[in-house]
């Protein structure tokens, strides 16, 4: 039989279970609204563009009736943007491809988002969209990439785009950034 | 605790500490010194505040030399080892057998809590302390001290377990922060809950015993934990990290090779792993045909037995591996395990339920800890298995003395020596590739050299180091070295014709003890009276540095001798400087990510 001290520990089970809950409820809110901090629009002029300037435009964008600014990148490209992390960071950004190309029978586009801390590269997140063969992929894709291990560092957070299809080249490829920003929670 | 009581468990614990050292030094006396391996080169250095936080987000190896795993503990535990002992590697090998040796007197306690008579729970501990897969697993290789850590804390948990599971099932509550924390060190540790399940089911089943509450809670607890384990990681982490996941095909291969490797003592690469599973198996026959009952029962059920276990064995046969012994090892290796055939086969037969659960408990904790090594299998992990593989031996040592007349200590005492010179030669093999000049660790040295986070001075050492081990000839310790330097960019040189180094916010300097003054030169090209920068250098003093022009300034510092330099056979200084500067901050097309502190030129006397 339990014995009277562990009788009244029980009682309080129920109780230190409610606290806790609660407090794993209260942390899972997102309390705290978004600031951002960089515009990775805005700071086009500072980044470096591969393979060259002309690969890049800036313009609005809508896709599924939803319009943003963006960045439009044209076949094989790379951004690198420096960027000072500060604590509780995340990069966000809405992928997708230009409306005006879905309906060629191209290819679609793989998307990679990586940072590099000037030593070591890692690949943060890779979608690839194929708006002509799949509908689903004509839309706005949100990603959302964690920058809490950099906090404090100067990183290069580096954006990528593939084709994803054997034939590049072809129209079919131009990726869009849209309102890619560095944000604070 | 009556006096009685405690002077019985005061006895033990002084034999199995004795038990455990002299199996310890038998493995491993002349082997203790054995400076550093591969990943140690990297992982033994500073840490920075930033890298200390940024484990807690991602890979527990912020220089990406590592394949990224979520290990925050351990990669904060190395940095306290760095901060304790600097590159004093004798006294951190000397940490890894104080290690073993606990882990070994736990065992002891672990077994002598079931119940086993006090011979066979000191088997234990010998088997432990010489167990062939412990030097690479956690004793002789210093970046393995994230197992050796592991082992103590899983260790501790099944003895946790031990004094909680008869009692209110609040209690099991205090089994939560240990898997936590062994989580943190390791994620193979994920399994530590289910084969705490696992053990209390076994034990159920087993002992019946009268009390036995909780394990439904834990059955519904154990699972829920691991998901949160899991998921915590991989928010944190972001991948599963590691190596590639492999085909089913390969995962079934690797999960084999862990109990074949540790369990088994198969593929064996040195003749010594075959004449230990031999004698072993010779020994336990002996014993169990000089028993006095149970004896023709016992006989059938092992053959039984041993049929089974080497069904277990039987995936190895596929590995392609040209060993020149490889038929005699297969034969021998088989023979090992059979052991563990004999010793169950006597327990069954003569229902002896406490070496049955201590057997269970064992392959409990071996498959439930190979698990997630289908992924990847080296036998640089298996420390969990070996302990699996000790309570499997210790078990049938169980059995194997309740089959005698007497007590059963002469039995389990001609059983330890019996095993004691094959296991301990194979030990001291496995030991001795840690040896600074043996070859696999001359192999790997150019690889450490190319790692960019590994001090000039060190990769200049291991440059030298094949010509030193020329002949038998001895490198020395890296300790040794006069000066040692973290956070210390390459060499340039400036207008004057003189070299300097470009320092990072901060930067760790260690000075070999023996040596009584470091001289620094700093400079900051920019500096000046509106501008200044300071540079504070902590050492056995604080001393700052205030720099107010471009020119070079010059600070002699004393080094004195305290219980951190002994500790760490050198002298440490610390330097930061405020402000620092990213070049790719300042100039938006540079790709300098670097953090730049001052020009610094060293002199030591």
Known sequence: MPSDSEDKLLKRVPAIAAILLGLAAAGCQETRASRPIADLIVDLPNARKQPSETAFEIGDVSIDGISKRALLAD?????????TVPARARFVVSIGVAPRVW????????????????????????????????????????????????????????????????????????????????VVK | MNAAMLRRRTGFTVAAILVAVVGVVLVYYGQVDTGLYYDDYHFVRPLRSLELRRLWFGSWDPTGVESPFFRPLTASLFALRFWLFGLNTQAMHAVSMAGHVACAVMVGWLLRREDTISSVALLGTWLYAIHPVFPYAQASWLTNQMHLMESVIVLATLMTWQSVRDRHIVWWICLL??????????????????????????????????????????????????AALIAFRQQR?????GYAVPDFQQAQTNFWKGIDA?????????PWQGVASVIAIVTVLSALFAGRRGVSRGIAASAVSLIVVLAFALPALRYEIDYPLVTWQGVASGAAVGILAIGLGTAIATANRTALFVMSAGLVVALGFDLPFALVSKREQYHLLGLGAVLLLSGAGEALASTSASNGHVRIAVLALAVAAPFALLARSQAADFRPCATPVLDVDPAAASWWVVPVEVKGWLARKPEMCRDGGAPGRVSDLPLVAWGLYGEERASDGESYRWTSDTAVVLIRWDIRSLTLAVRRPGASASTPVNVDVRGAAVQTIRLDSDQWQTVTLPLADGLLTRLRASHRIDIRVTPWFVPAVLDPKSPDLRRLGVQLRLKSE
């Open chain 1, 75 to 83: 076949q094989s490209t790379r951004l690198t943007y420096h960027v």
């Open chain 1, 103 to 182: 309906d060629a029978s191209g290819q679609g586009v793989l998307f990679l988002i990586g940072v590099s801390d000037g030593q070591w590269f890692q690949t943060k997140s890779s979608v690839a969209l194929e708006p002509f063969t799949r509908a689903g992929d004509r839309t706005w894709r949100d990603l959302s990439v964690s920058l809490e291990e950099f906090a404090g560092l100067t990183v290069d957070i580096i954006l990528n785009t593939r084709p994803t299809g054997p034939t590049p080249g072809n129209i079919g490829h131009i990726a869009v950034w849209g309102t890619p920003l560095v």
């Open chain 2, 177 to 226: 922060p240990l898997a936590v924390a062994a989580f943190l060190i390791k994620e193979d540790a994920v399994m530590l809950l289910p084969v705490v399940v696992a053990l209390t089911i076994a034990r159920m089943f087993l002992l019946r015993p009268e009390r036995q509450r909780g394990w439904w809670l834990a059955l519904v607890a154990a699972p829920l934990a691991v």
């Open chain 2, 237 to 241: 982490l972001g991948q599963l990290g």
């Open chain 2, 262 to 270: 540790a369990v088994l003592l198969w593929p064996t690469r040195t």
